[in-house]
């Protein structure tokens, strides 16, 4: 089982920038597919960005494309979301979830096709 612990969340001003990480312990995750999710309050999960096992290939929802880059390094277990340009729609609970794939072509959207899951960073942008 793939223990995943999410730091660097914070409160910011819109037009600020925030880093987000993910860190795995208890297996590589050399071979997973890796993703972002944010809940805001009185919202459902949502989607926020996923990368492939090699960091090759990366998707993101539409609202936060050219703001947000997801990245990986193997070599550390850890994952990264680069948060810039914030704006208060942003505000939300992020989590990073991980699954077995070795597919870098096959992208996983939905909370469910998941197997682990941090326990999730607040990131708060003020306006």
């Known amino acids: 089982q793939v223990r995943l612990v999410e730091s660097g969340g914070g409160l910011v001003q819109a037009g600020g920038s925030l880093r987000l990480s993910c860190a795995a312990s208890?297996?590589?995750?050399?071979?997973?597919?890796l993703g972002w999710f944010r809940q805001a309050p009185g919202k459902e999960r949502e989607f926020v960005a996923t990368i492939s096992w090699n960091g090759a290939n990366t998707k993101y929802v539409d609202s936060v494309k050219g703001r947000f880059t997801i990245s990986r390094d193997n070599a550390e277990n850890t994952m990264y979301l680069q948060m810039d340009n914030l704006k208060p729609e942003d505000t939300a609970v992020y989590s990073c979830?991980?699954?077995?794939?070795?597919?870098?072509?096959?992208?996983?959207?939905?909370?469910?096709?998941?197997?682990?899951w941090g326990q999730g960073t607040q990131v708060t942008v003020s306006s």
């Open positions: 979830a991980s699954r077995y794939s070795s597919s870098d072509y096959r992208y996983y959207y939905m909370s469910d096709e998941y197997a682990s």
């Open positions: 208890g297996r590589t995750w050399r071979n997973y597919a």
